[in-house]
């Protein structure tokens, strides 16, 4: 069967009051053109034109190039972009699926349905999805006759007031035979309150012919279309709800529905608990029996088993089984962290690899570096490796102690397991099973304060009123 899709995405975005196209603002983490896109893949459409307009580098960069575009100079109305396929779809016999491009919720089902409809019932020139709304306003309505067959669309800009009673509404998808609608598209006028070349109005040019058009009703959240902010947010919030549902339904614990935010690729392990405050992105894969949050983030990071991430942030990086990261830590890009590691309070990891067992628990920075087995690093550690110019870490062998309050510098390498006396500036390799101490020595000086007469005793010292009055 030979079937095609257009999506029209040339629109100017004005109500969206944005520098970028409408369509390629994302919803659950995946750019609204996309999700038309993907759902025409997965119903079996792979020949997609999308009618483009100004912003077309964007849709191109979002797309690639296994969908052909189509330029609209002027934005003349959805019949006239439409029009723009027709040197696309002439000479075809089968059908075309249109679709708007600000619709992230289109489904797969949807437009399935409304294919097999066409396709099985000879005598239909097109299928209109509707949809029933509490609210219609804005929407175009489906006019029908007493027997309920479609009549034609009417723009709610040009509805009379018994027309704007009407709760059906026309999602802006539809499936032509392609060959009636190209002698529809010609017949357009722009005679509306709108001056624009309306597609709707081909319905009702088809049902003057003397065709029929079948429609099918689809849920009212699936048409949404995303022309404004608030749109945009509602979409974003629908999307959300329907991932969160997903993950619940294969056994994920969801504590708070509207505070937790997952996009579309990320995969949860069984009897993982993600508590609020959450918002888990990209390609985000973890594992089972985690506990996520509250107030973390995480974007693409790929956590093993039993892993507790709390307060924390984390990007690009791999986290091991059962390892305990935060209250807030920040784990950069690069870093790969193996099992039963613990990263705690203000702990920045970057750019290194950190091997099982591993403790870094208070204020400490660990960056390009390479850290093995079971080491332990003492409260305010920190790998110099920045020295201006260049960034290289260090390398810290298995079973190394390191005392609070150290820098090691860069390219110093800690010897298997060596100690580091707390307070030290390492700035030369430490040998294995070696203690390097990188400090003055302590000198203490009897009976200072008595003899410079700076006994302090018991002096209390009132404190600022920080507080505002209430
Ligand atoms: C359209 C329908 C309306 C329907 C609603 C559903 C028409 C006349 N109206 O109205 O019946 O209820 O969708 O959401 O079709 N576009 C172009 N070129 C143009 C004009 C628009 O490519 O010259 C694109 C836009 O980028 C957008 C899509 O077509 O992706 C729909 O246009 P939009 O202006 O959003 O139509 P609505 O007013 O929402
Ligand atoms: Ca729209």
Known sequence: MDICAVVMAAGNSTRMKSAHSKVVHQVAGKPIIKWVADALYKAGCSEQVYIVGDKQEEIRNVLGESVAYIFQEKRLGTGHAVMQAAPFLEGRDGYTIVLPGDSPMVSEETIRKAVDKITEEEELAAVVITAVAEDPTGYGRLVRDGSGNVLRIVEHKDADEEELKIKEINSSMYVFKTSLLLSALGRLSAK??????????TIGILIGDGYTVGSVVCDFEDTLGVNDRMQLMQACQIMNRRILRKHMANGVQILDESSTWIHCAVEIGQDTIILPGTTLMGNTVIGEDCIIGENSRLDCVQVGDGTVIDYSVATQCIIGNDCRIGPFSHIRPDSRINDHVTIGAYVEVKNSSIDDYSRARHLTYIGDSTVGKNVNFGCGTVTCNYDGQDKVGCVIEDNVFIGGNSNILSSVVLGKDSYIAAGSTITNDVPALGLGIGRSKQ???????????????????KLDNRRSEV
């Not at 509306?192 to 109005?201: A, C, I, V």
């Not at 000086?445 to 010292?461: H, M, P, T």
Request: aromatic share 14%; proline share 0%.
């Open 192 to 201: 509306n309150s709108q001056k624009e070349y309306y597609l709707t109005d």
């Open 443 to 461: 000198v203490n000086k009897e009976d200072w304060v008595a003899k410079k007469n700076r006994l302090r005793g018991a002096s209390f010292i």
